[in-house]
């Protein structure tokens, strides 16, 4: 097989959960298990930070593997989805996947696959431990799939675990309740490894104490020592904002730049530093030097794209994948305070999600380009424009994602604002990404 063969021969596994939804959703470890072991256990092989949460779980895991990478280590970052091409999902030191190892190693594996009939993301997985322990990594920086205690990810043993941020999302996989979603993503906890929980919610605390004591597992939850302050909120069209950074009350970093400008970047970054000490405590040299350094240059060490992302400028052109209520309501707040004469939202959803509960948090007096991402799983535009009349949102009806862009940007003046967004596969079928 071509490269595109291979492709299609993985896609055509069971489904990918990112587009077709939850008939392509499998929980459970034991297949990704007799892969590993028929492979060798590559992932005993790795040093790895396991990354879990709702929101910002794929930030956290670029600003560690940009920082990591910023100190001389050789980095693998795996995360999920890709916006463009499936090998963006496996990276070295921010280099894709090699098309070419992703062929060899689909062909070499193929009687396996017949025999134990993976899911794409159980082939994903194994393929990133696979190429991981073949390039030898330092250490690899892991991203959770979907939840945490079942996920396929889930077989390694971290030196330390992140989750982020506990919101509603997937309820019909994960649970209808916080606390049911956080004891789904509490399952990355291991016996002795250290936790770390970015922020504290008083709803899903306790569920992770608990965790964190059956397990014996050190838990920490980040945002009680480490404390972020904006020192000026970014120019409208910067890609950097300017923080203070004190821990325990005492100035840790002053003047720090991070190279993500999403409000919400300052509810992970307590996470991140969290983490990157608990490393130099396990013997990481990670000098305050390349922590600035990766921070600042995440986009351009680990080719992150698509959080709060300018696109252009006069009209100024954001775009972010922010996709469920809690990701919606910092990119409300955030482009509230941009000053323009006129919102143009291109948006779009897939049909899993609670879409009433996110249109009501959208502007009223912004106008709407309802569009449909290039997935099996997007919600017709037609129907999405319906709902959005019925709560008052006000706009036309179009088909794919850039034939919206193209007519928000020919309306737009110099002074106005296009924001695209509701999903991350809107964002994926951006040309200007």
Known sequence: MNYQQTLDFLYNQLPMFQRVGAAGYKPGLGTTEKLAAAMGNPERQLRCVHVAGTNGKGSSSNLLAAVLQAAGYKVGLYTSPHLREFTERIKVNGQDLAPDYLVEWVA??????????????EMCVALAFSYFAEEQVDVAVVEVGLGGRLDSTNIITPLVSLITNISFDHQNLLGDTLPLIAAEKAGIIKPGVPAIISQTQPEVAAVFQQKAAAEQAPLLFADQHYRTVQETPPAPDQDTQVLTVLHDGQLLLGQLELGLVGDYQQLNLPGVLAVLDELRRQGFILPELAVREGLRHVRDLTGFRGRWTILGRRPLMVCDTGHNEAGLRFVTTQLARLPRRQLHFVLGVVNDKDVSKMLTLLPADATYYFCQASIPRALPATELAAQAAAVGLQGAVYGPVP?????????????????????????ADLDEL
């Open 108 to 121: 070499r594996w193929q009687p396996l696959f017949a025999e134990l009939q993976p899911s794409f993301f």
């Open 403 to 427: 034939e919206a862009v193209a007519a928000a940007r020919a309306a737009a003046t110099p002074e106005d604002v296009v924001f695209i967004g509701g999903s991350t596969f809107v964002v």
